[in-house]
C-alpha cells in the first residue's frame, strides 16, 4: 500500500470494489491510489483568535462512478468539523454524496465522491486549524530632536500547528473573530460539535451556521489579491483588513519568520513625559506620541498590536542610542497613539508640600468635629536637562470637596483629577506652585 504523506496530513483515494454491500459497509480500504502533493496552499490567519484557514488544492484522479477520499489530521491541530472539499474542473460531474468518519480508524473522515468523468479533477480543499499566529514588530528611529521618526513595521509568523505547509501563500488578517468553541478543542477532541458519531456513520459536510459569526468575511479574505513582486500588500475587507505576504514560503512546523511590512519617514512626533505620583512614584515616563493619519505619511491602514523598540539619532553621523521598548495595541486610522518608553532621569518633578492647616472647624451641639478644612500649598520644582524641546504633562488626583488655585493653566480631566501640560525648552527650570482647598464632612458641599 503506498501512501503520500503532507508530514503529517494523509489523503487517500480509494476505489469502491463492487463485492456487495458488505464490502461496503466494512469501508474496505484496498487499492489506495497514490496521491501527488499539494499544488497549491493558501493560509489566512487571524492575529485576533488561534483561527487559520488552509485552502490547498490537489489534482486527484478519479474512476467513473463512486469513488472514496480519505482525509486524515492525527496529530495536527484541525478541526475536523471543518473540512470542505469540492471540484474546481468538471464541477457539475463531480459530486460529494456524504462524509463520515471511517470504522476503527480514528482522526479520519471519508468522502463517497460520485465521479460522471475518469481521470484527473482539480479539487480543493479547506479547513481550519489552530496553532499558527502571527504579530507585528515595530522599529521607530527618531531623529536627534525628536521632531520626526522613521517607522517600519514587519509581520512575524509562527507555526506550531503540527502540520507542515509546502510553497504557501501567506495572508494576514487583522479583525475581531468570534468562536463558539475554539479551533483547537475542537482538534484536540477529534469529532464535531455535539453527539460523538458512531464509527461509520455520516457527519455535516459542512461547520453548523452559527459556528463564526465571521465566516462571510473569511470567504472574502481567502478569495481576493493576486501575486506581485515580494512585498505585504494590504487592502480593506470591511470589519476586517488584509495583508498579502507577496510571494511564496514554506511553512514547516516549529517555523517562525519575520517579514518587512511597511517604512515610513519623516513622520511626526512630540517628545511626550507624563509625571503621575499615584501611578509611578517621582520619576517621569518619557512617550514617543503620533497620529497614524495621511498628514503623518501614515494612515493608509490601521497598524495590527506589536512590540516596539524605540531608537534615537544622537550625532550627526546617525550613531543611534536606545530609548526604550513597548507594545502597542490596535491603532485604527485616524488614531493618535503614546508609546511608553519607561522612565526617563533627564526630566525631573520635585513636588513639595510647603504648608498644611486646617481651618473652619464645625461643632456638632455634643462638641464633636462633624466639618473641617484642609488648605495645602504645594511647589514643582521642574527641569529638562535635555538639549531639546520636550512636553510635560504633570497629574494631580484629588479626593473629596476640593478646589484648586494657581497661575499655571490646567485642565480638569474629570471629578479627582487635574492635569498641567507644560512644554519645556531645552535645558529649562521652571517652578510652578499650586493651592489645595478640601472641604470634609458637613463642611463638603458636594
Partial sequence: ???????????????????????????????????PGRDTVQLTIYNSADLTLVKETRVLTFKQGLNRLEFSWANTLIDPTSVEFRALTNADKVEVLDVSFPARVTNTLEWRIASEVAGEVKCEIRYFTSGISWGADYVVEADQKEKQMQLAGSVRVNNHSGEDYENAQIRLVVGVVRLVQSIVDLARQGQPIGEVPKPGSAVPMMPPAAKFDAMRGMGRAVGEAEMRQREVVKEALSEYFLYTVEGRDTVANGWSKRM???????????????????????????????????????GKEPLPDGGVMAFRTVTKDNLYSFVGRTAVKYIPIGETVEMELGNDAEVMVKPTLMSWGKVDLAFDPFGNVKGWTTKESWQFEIQNSKEIEVVLDIRRNFGGDWSMVTEQAYEKVDATKVKMVLPLKPLEKRTITYELTTRHGSNATK
Avoid: Q
Avoid at 480509494?14 to 456487495?20: C, E, K, T
Avoid at 517604512?263 to 511626526?268: F, G
Fill in 1 to 35: 500500500m503506498k501512501t503520500v504523506v503532507s508530514r503529517l496530513v494523509r489523503i487517500h483515494l480509494l476505489a469502491v470494489i463492487a463485492f456487495g454491500c458488505t464490502a461496503f459497509d466494512s469501508h474496505a480500504r484496498i487499492n489506495v491510489v497514490t496521491l
Fill in 260 to 298: 518587512p511590512s511597511f517604512k515610513a519617514a519623516e513622520v511626526p512626533i512630540t517628545s511626550y513625559y507624563k509625571y503621575e505620583r499615584e501611578r509611578w512614584g517621582d520619576i517621569v515616563m518619557r512617550y514617543y506620541k503620533f497620529t497614524n493619519a495621511v498628514p503623518s505619511k501614515l
